[in-house]
């Protein structure tokens, strides 16, 4: 793999005041070796994650959002993963990090919810225990006292009658209440990290707008940062204040989630809108972005992206196919960068997008 | 697109009994997973289903392609009574009605060619005798697949690949119908669109009709003549995409649309008003009496509780205006109320 600088965060004064960074993902690589060769999940990925917002990381299957969370959390197999670079939560370096740090770290400091809440949950155990037994792993308590916490949670998280909720089964509970059962246990120790792994994915429209509207009353309440992956543009748009878009295993674009989703600046960003149905405009055909994405274990060579690029005429000589863009401001736009070649993209998609 | 009746559907109903014990005692239920429902399609049209998890409308499809028997109901399909008909007698209405499934993974045979998968209904059929080779390589083509690939397994193509080699299953035997449920849920989002596209275009080149199953209201909108709006085995909301998207009179389709996250938040336009429901989807065992929705709605009164309000135009001169137009719009609900401001307002 070719060394990558990754540019200095050209954050405006604005962002950098917004909140202290907690989670610090620096030049990220994160590879299986597997038979048929090494599969690169995640590629030199840098992010930071700011008390009291909301990051939002989108991609594609296979884009690497979830791989690079969970390493967060040391939730690989070390022995069949190779993780590079560098992660720091809350001051501590989690790359290379013996087991003993992830499970002082876990839930304290950074907790995930994952997608299905049916399978995330133990069947055999009520869930009040649950979540007694994750606050008991970290603070001395007697179980009645951690059993009352896990009520205090459950009520927090908007469940009818906790006290009785407490004494059901995961199997008693409908999908929403599940997934708010997987936040009050995320919660149960105050993180200053919240990581969403597609959490309303599961979950039908009426009780995702609940959980997500949930999840940001939460956060106003606890004041910590929250790193929504999700594959959803829309929910993005509702519930984000930064974004990242990754595609196959790096980030292309990141900024403010309203102004990158409002004027993206990368050609996939752009491609992704584009190809959204919407349901309050009729649309006369869906602008499909060509082609799939790529395998991870061979990837094009210099832009990931090049294949399926329709502008990638307009870049002087071969460097889309050999040169593998880095990190730099959009032209003529504050807060935003992005990975690509094209010398004023934001005239270019304009003109694309006046011209359709 | 002509006016023929293709399927009709009248009162259909699928119960699912089960039993289950209760402490020592024996307990016989029902699911009511649809319970009284009516629709049409003409030919070449598209009725779009939508509604949340167990509101039957997947039970509804299985139903519509016989591969479920209904409970009670009749449905008709091009004028003939195809409610009861045995296996043997279902043959023609197989070749009619077709399905594309949502995982495009698990309805594939892992085992065989696409070429074997493709042969396979035209041999059942007595389609294309001794050019099946030329007519799977066709349809191939059709659906945008290279048709030298007729020798690879499902497992050596891509997601969005093999939903279309489930699209060019579905194409062979030359249906008048197709029941798509949930046809791109399981895809990218970029593949989404490429999908989309390609099931549009096949519509308007081969004049199918659809039964088009689906959560994503976006995609719903994009793709469907006529929506039905689904709650817990009813249908509550009816009509033009146009009058459901617009001007929805049902409060659940109303708190259904304005529940979807809208990308054009981003834009800075919001829809005017937001409905947030509580709770969940009650239990089909034991359906809430009279409007199946009162649990959930905000204008629920007493008499929603012991009435329940049936599919009708919201006026009479609504009605015979509708007719006239040829735009119907049909909703259940005791109070309903015309809602204009739940979708962002795109300017053009």
Known sequence: ?356 | MSDQTLLKVTDLQRHFPFREVQGLRMVRATVKAVDGISFTVKEGQTLGLVGESGCGKSTTSRLVTRLDEPTAGVIEFGGRDITHLKEHELRDIRRDVQMIFQDPYSSLNPRQTVGAILSTPLRVHGLHQGKEKARVQELLELVGLNPEHINRYPSEFSGGQRQRIGIARALAVEPKLIIADEPVSALDVSIQAQVMNLLAKLRNELGLAFIFVAHDLGVVRHFCDQVAVMYLGKIVEYGDKKKIYEAPEHPYTQALLSAAPDINVARGIAPKERIRLVGDVPSPIDPPSGCRFRTRCWKAQDICAQQEPPLLSATADEATRAFREGGVHLQACHFPEVKTDLVAEVPA
């Open chain 1, 1 to 356: 793999m070719t060394a990558t600088v990754n540019t200095i965060s050209t954050q405006s004064a604005e962002a950098r005041d917004a909140g202290d960074v907690v989670l610090d993902v620096a030049d990220l690589s994160v590879a299986f070796p597997t038979e048929e060769g090494v599969v690169k999940a995640v590629s030199n990925l840098t992010y930071q994650a700011r008390l009291g917002r909301t990051l939002a990381i989108v991609g594609e299957s296979g884009s690497g959002k979830s791989v690079s969370s969970m390493a967060v959390l040391g939730l690989h197999n070390p022995k069949r993963t190779k993780i590079t670079g560098s992660i720091k939560l809350d001051g501590i370096e989690l790359v290379g990090a013996p087991a003993s740090t992830f499970q002082k770290i876990r839930s304290t400091k950074a907790a995930m919810v994952f997608q299905d809440p049916q399978s995330s949950l133990h069947p055999f155990h009520k869930v009040g225990k649950q979540i007694a037994e994750a606050y008991q792993a970290h603070h001395k308590v007697s179980k009645q006292v951690a059993l009352k916490r896990a009520v205090e949670m459950l009520d927090l998280v908007g469940i009818p009658n906790p006290q009785r909720r407490a004494n059901s089964y995961p199997h008693e509970f409908s999908g929403g209440m599940r997934q708010r059962a997987m936040i009050a246990l995320g919660l149960v120790n105050n993180p200053k990290l919240l990581i969403a792994d597609e959490p309303t994915t599961a979950l039908d429209v009426t009780v995702q707008a609940q959980i997500l509207d949930l999840v940001n009353d939460l956060q106003k309440e606890f004041g910590s940062a929250v790193i929504l992956i999700t594959h959803d543009l829309a929910v993005v748009a509702e519930t984000a204040d930064d974004i990242l878009v990754m595609y196959a295993g790096r980030g292309v674009e990141k900024g403010s989630a309203k102004e990158v989703l409002a004027q993206p600046s990368h050609p996939y960003t752009y491609g992704l809108l584009q190809s959204l149905p919407s349901h309050s405009e009729d649309l006369e055909e869906l602008r499909a972005i060509k082609g799939t994405p790529p395998s991870l274990l061979n990837l094009p060579t210099g832009c990931s992206f090049h294949p399926r690029c329709d502008f990638k005429s307009q870049v002087d000589g071969d460097a889309c196919w050999t040169q593998l863009p880095e990190w730099r401001p959009t032209p003529g736009l504050s807060n935003r960068e992005i990975r690509c070649h094209l010398a004023d993209p934001v005239a270019t998609l304009k003109h694309d997008e006046e011209a359709r």
